[in-house]
T-cell receptor, first 115, second 113 residues
Framework: DARVTQTPRHKVTEMGQEVTMRCQPILGHNTVFWYRQTMMQGLELLAYFRNRAPLDDSGMPKDRFSAEMPDATLATLKIQPSEPRDSAVYFC?????????????FGDGTRLSIL | GNSVTQMEGPVTLSEEAFLTINCTYTATGYPSLFWYVQYPGEGLQLLLKATKADDKGSNKGFEATYRKETTSFHLEKGSVQVSDSAVYFCALSVPPPDDKVIFGPGTSLSVIP
């Protein structure tokens, strides 16, 4: 089965460091989503892309977070500088088609801990 | 606006018990509805979906019917197994121009032997 691949699976770093998370969407999928999951807030949509163009990043703190798709096989989410409150599991998901109607396929997430 | 409400968890059931997890929604337009499941340490997986009123989605013994009149999409299973222990998320997808996917808060299910 085709899968969304996220790296790294775990990341522990100190406050102030830059963090980069990577996602390889399923081949042929044209929509990529970034989510953050915490116990307190649940699942939050940070940003999403269609055909590599950002469509909505309203859920993302703009001062420290950035999301890009350098090419169709790679999406990145960066945090600079990182803060303890950024500790969470970050999920990437991909889908195909137009609009947000299509089911999303999730990766297994990056578990981030900021000390 | 668009929103999804799920019953509070955690839910604990004995093996072979009947499961219902309630989900209600508010939405503009004509949304599609989904149930996703998340096993420990993994991402969410699509469990079932329904794209229009009165559709019934089903998979792995789970079912949910899209009820427009009650704006509900309750998840049911007749006989749960220990392997069904997971977190279940109800979600709605609103087509353009809103173009949003809204997830509920999730309901944790534990099935004990």
């Amino acid at each position: 089965d085709a899968r969304v691949t996220q790296t790294p699976r775990h990341k522990v770093t100190e406050m102030g460091q830059e963090v980069t998370m990577r996602c390889q969407p399923i081949l042929g999928h044209n929509t990529v989503f970034w989510y953050r999951q915490t116990m307190m807030q649940g699942l939050e949509l940070l940003a999403y892309f269609r055909n590599r163009a950002p469509l909505d990043d309203s859920g993302m703190p703009k001062d420290r977070f950035s999301a890009e798709m350098p090419d169709a096989t790679l999406a990145t989410l960066k945090i600079q500088p990182s803060e303890p409150r950024d500790s969470a599991v970050y999920f990437c998901a991909s889908g195909s088609g137009q609009g947000a109607v299509q089911p999303q396929h999730f990766g297994d997430g990056t578990r981030l801990s900021i000390l | 606006g668009n929103s999804v409400t799920q019953m509070e968890g955690p839910v604990t059931l004995s093996e072979e018990a009947f499961l219902t997890i309630n989900c209600t929604y508010t939405a503009t337009g004509y949304p599609s509805l989904f149930w996703y499941v998340q096993y420990p340490g993994e991402g969410l997986q699509l469990l079932l979906k329904a794209t229009k009123a009165d559709d019934k989605g089903s998979n792995k013994g789970f079912e949910a019917t899209y009820r427009k009149e009650t704006t509900s999409f309750h998840l049911e299973k007749g006989s749960v197994q220990v392997s069904d222990s997971a977190v279940y998320f109800c979600a709605l997808s609103v087509p353009p121009p809103d173009d949003k996917v809204i997830f509920g808060p999730g309901t944790s299910l534990s099935v004990i032997p």
